[in-house]
């Protein structure tokens, strides 16, 4: 799926259109190549995107580059969560949980048109853990660990818990806990992150590969660059030079005895939600390995993750396997008896892989820590992995401010005081633009009706992309002029999300320009 996005060229309307495009990143590669960084991050996933957008906001100049695509990897295959991580708990993590739980809440106060709450159903069995009393001890301490921004814990009875999830396992529920997490679509926010970084001063471009460190003596002055897209090569010189690649982070780094991380696979399915019978978000501990499982309404769909399992094969080879697919449908039939979901109603399955910190015990996959660690090496590479999506900005700001010592202080982060994303608008600015309110409610939470707007006049524009599913046109104009989506697959998976939630993987939908007129 790497044909080259294409677009109307010329149908935006009006002055001073943040361009964000292919010619944004053209522009932007000729920079690297005239210019001296003070930072240069490698990867484009929410760490190194989180990185460059503290650097660039303290004022140094700053440069990103990805070998794919902004989210590509694991930061767009999450359970598109943001949240403290309860199950940590069971660990003794507080400190972990604190951190997270106040990092969301600071992101649902400074980015309410990315980040939302979303209140969480976890019932308690009789015949698996936790039970009721160590369930509500859980939630208490949870409400403890967080800044208050969220609505608080409350505890169901069992018939409220039916009442509130009629298709729920009734044989052994001891009643449920309802806490509040928030969600968030995983590529739209690494892209809102890197278009925050560009705004401040940020030099970006996707599908650029590192080929090579540049050394003079035994120190990293740069990188070499190849162009993915044109197959052109550049050398691009910086002070510093992180590496935020995730999974693939030794790659970078000289030869080493033993591997800084410890992949693990998660994967996730989306089902019909009619079939499912959800009405709420769940959080449950399965049967058969007492793993915390999340079931999540989005739109039509319900999304059903993660397993957690190592992965010591390559990892540029991730996708779910049957395995990994029965163990979810089995961990929903079980939630949700009268769903008899099977392998023929997954609509479709993703994997990704978290870059978590090698430890010097092995222990079950799941309890592996989510904690992240700064790595600097003798050639000056700083590296950075661990962490998660909730976590991003904290991680971004110990980097920043450990790495400006060798380069003189510009100050402290202002990101935890900086809005991320478009403000939330009225849907009767969107309903406005004469869309029918699903398509209104739907873009609503993507754009700005100004960003819609400019592109209403070409052909088509207001239509549907595939029948049944509020994306339209419009939206794929604002992907290629001013969210950088270069492919297909940027397009389809990332800008708009559709290869996951529309059957045929939205393939049947796709047109040259002309087919559409």
Do not use: C
């Not at 999974?247 to 991380?261: I, M, N, Q, S, Y």
């Not at 980097?399 to 010592?405: D, I, K, L």
Request: proline share 6%.
């Amino acid at each position: 799926m790497e044909e080259r996005a294409t677009t109307r060229a010329g149908t935006g309307e009006g002055a001073g259109i943040p361009e964000f495009s292919f010619r944004t990143r053209s522009a932007n590669l000729s920079q690297m190549r005239d210019a001296t960084f003070d930072f240069l991050v490698i990867g484009g996933g929410i760490v190194g995107a989180g990185v460059a957008r503290d650097a660039a906001s303290r004022g140094y100049r700053t440069a990103l580059v990805d070998r794919g695509d902004f989210a590509g990897g694991t930061s767009g295959k999450t359970s598109r969560l943001i949240h403290g991580g309860l199950r940590y708990l069971r660990n003794y993590r507080l400190g972990q949980v604190r951190l997270a739980a106040r990092e969301r809440d600071l992101l649902v106060d400074r980015a309410p048109s990315l980040v939302h709450p979303l209140p969480f159903l976890i019932p308690a069995y009789r015949d698996r853990g936790p039970g009721p009393i160590l369930l509500r001890f859980g939630l208490f301490l949870y409400d403890i660990l967080s800044r208050k921004r969220l609505p608080r814990r409350v505890w169901l009875s069992r018939e409220d818990t039916w009442e509130r999830e009629p298709g729920l396992r009734r044989e052994g529920l001891a009643g449920a806990g309802v806490y509040y997490d928030a969600w968030t679509d995983d590529a739209r926010l690494v892209l809102s992150v890197v278009r925050s970084a560009a705004g401040m001063g940020a030099v970006v471009a996707n599908h650029v590969e590192v080929v090579e460190l540049v050394r003079a003596g035994n120190r990293i002055q740069g990188v070499r660059l190849r162009d993915r897209i044109d197959g052109i090569s550049l050398e691009v010189r910086a002070r510093l030079v992180v590496n935020a690649t995730g999974v693939w982070l030794d790659r970078l780094r000289a030869p080493r005895r033993t591997p800084t991380l410890r992949p693990t696979k998660g994967i996730h399915i989306f089902l019909p939600r009619a079939k499912v019978g959800n009405r709420h978000a769940l959080a449950l501990t399965t049967r058969e390995d007492r793993r915390l499982v999340f079931i999540l309404p989005w739109n039509e769909l319900t999304l059903v993750g993660t397993t957690d399992t190592d992965f010591p094969s390559d990892t540029d080879r991730v996708v779910p396997d049957a395995g990994d697919v029965n163990y979810l449908l089995e961990a929903v039939n079980d939630a949700f008896p009268d769903a008899r979901v099977g392998p023929g109603d997954v609509v479709s399955a993703y994997a990704g892989l978290r870059p978590l910190i090698q430890g010097v015990r092995a222990g079950a996959e799941s309890d592996v820590s989510r904690r992240h660690a700064t790595f600097e090496d003798p050639d000056g590479l700083i590296s950075v992995a661990g962490g998660k999506l909730t976590t991003h900005r904290a991680m971004a700001e110990s980097v920043v401010t450990a790495a400006s010592r060798r380069l003189g202080s510009r100050g402290a982060s202002r990101t935890r005081d900086l809005p991320l994303g478009p403000a939330p608008r009225p849907l009767e600015e969107f309903m406005a633009l004469d869309l029918d309110e699903p398509v209104a409610l739907h873009l609503q939470g993507r754009h700005t009706p100004e960003e819609i707007r400019r592109y209403l006049n070409g052909p088509s524009a207001r239509d549907r992309i595939v029948p049944g599913h509020p994306s339209i046109w419009a939206q794929v104009d604002v992907a290629v002029q001013e969210e950088m989506g270069m492919t297909l697959s940027d397009v389809l998976v990332r800008r708009l999300g559709l290869f996951y939630e529309a059957p045929g993987q939205a393939l049947d939908g796709v047109h040259t320009p002309g087919e559409r007129e």
